[in-house]
């Protein structure tokens, strides 16, 4: 089997059908479905058990509510196929080409990761926003170090999951999983794929539609917990002595970090500023955009250059 895509649910009744929908839609049929119920209380574990029986392509797990993390790795446990993909449930992928589109650039590069677009969904107003299409990388010294390097100045590999194919025998190798009950688990998983000897390539296409403003999704608010999941991968990873590139990404995390931090009330932030202070250092690796316009303004300090994050922050907002 080719591929597995694996989707966690999770009162999701609403948006499950299209999400599923659209991956039994695809002219590609070397594929599974894994749908796991995480303990859901709405009518998804019903909608869940309903494409189980309909069709052998779809496999159910049921379990207690763990956490996005734990219905992944659920998913991870049982999958079968070559490559691995993560589907979110209120999401979907509006191409029935998509699976074909991968298969034909994975025989082309023999790639182990391959990253795909993505267009945003904004669901109150009904209509689309940014698109992301990624842009191969110059073949000319197309070591893994210099793809890294190109996909992380260009703004391609980013903190997601869903975005990447993933050669399941590069997950196996170390029994690599997510970090159960971790928010922003995205950020590790991206990590440890960056430490793995893998060819990185892309697919110059952006089939995954991602759904915005929606009450239950984790990414919708932002609190302490968040900030901290993010500075506890923050402290583990960034080391001075890590690869290049791993503090390139991480540094990139950071400036995004205090990005959201500044959204915090000030009585929040007090007890977590002298540990998001800590890693000033890492602006200095700056490969990606983001982090690359804040080196620009490095020079006038840590504390004048979170108040013009917040600012920028804040007008990005307006212009959505």
């Known amino acids: 089997m080719k591929f597995s895509i694996i989707i966690p649910c999770y009162k999701v009744e609403q948006y499950l059908h299209q ?33 189980g029986n309909k069709t052998d392509k779809v496999k159910v797990i049921h379990k207690p509510n763990g956490g996005l993390s734990d219905a992944r790795n659920a998913g991870l446990d049982v999958a079968r196929g070559e490559f691995v993909l993560f589907l979110d449930s209120d999401d979907w992928w509006d191409d029935k080409e998509a699976l074909h589109k991968i298969d034909t650039c994975i025989k082309k590069t023999g790639a182990d990761i391959i990253i795909f ?16 299409i990624p842009k191969k990388c110059d073949k000319v010294n197309h070591t893994l170090s210099h793809a890294q390097e190109q996909y992380m100045r260009s703004n391609i590999f980013v903190a997601c999951a869903w975005d990447k194919v993933v050669r399941r025998t590069l997950i196996e190798k170390d029994n690599q999983r997510f970090v159960k009950r971790q928010l922003s688990e995205d950020i590790e998983w991206c990590c440890k794929l960056l430490l793995k000897d893998s060819q990185i390539d892309v697919l110059e296409e ?15 608010n932002v609190g302490t917990k968040n900030i901290n999941s993010i500075l506890d991968v923050i402290n583990r990873y960034a080391k001075k002595n890590a690869p290049e590139p791993l503090l390139h990404y991480i540094a990139n995390q950071y400036v995004l970090l205090i990005t959201n931090f500044m959204r915090l009330s000030k009585e929040d932030q007090k007890p977590l500023e002298a540990e998001v202070k800590e890693f000033w250092w890492l602006i200095n690796y700056n490969w ?7 080196s620009k303004v490095k020079f006038l300090g840590y504390n004048i250059t979170k108040k013009l994050l917040r600012i920028y922050y804040k007008q990005k907002r307006n212009k959505r």
């Open 19 to 51: 999400c599923v929908d659209s991956v039994l839609a695809q002219t590609y049929e070397d594929y599974e479905v894994i749908l796991v119920d995480d303990g859901s209380p709405d009518n998804s574990p019903a909608i869940c058990d309903e494409y």
């Open 117 to 132: 677009g993505m267009k945003k969904y904004f669901s109150l107003e009904k209509r689309y926003g940014d698109v992301r």
């Open 206 to 220: 952006a089939f995954y539609v991602y759904r915005q403003q929606v009450s239950t999704s984790i990414t919708a």
């Open 288 to 294: 990606y955009p983001y982090t690359r316009m804040v």
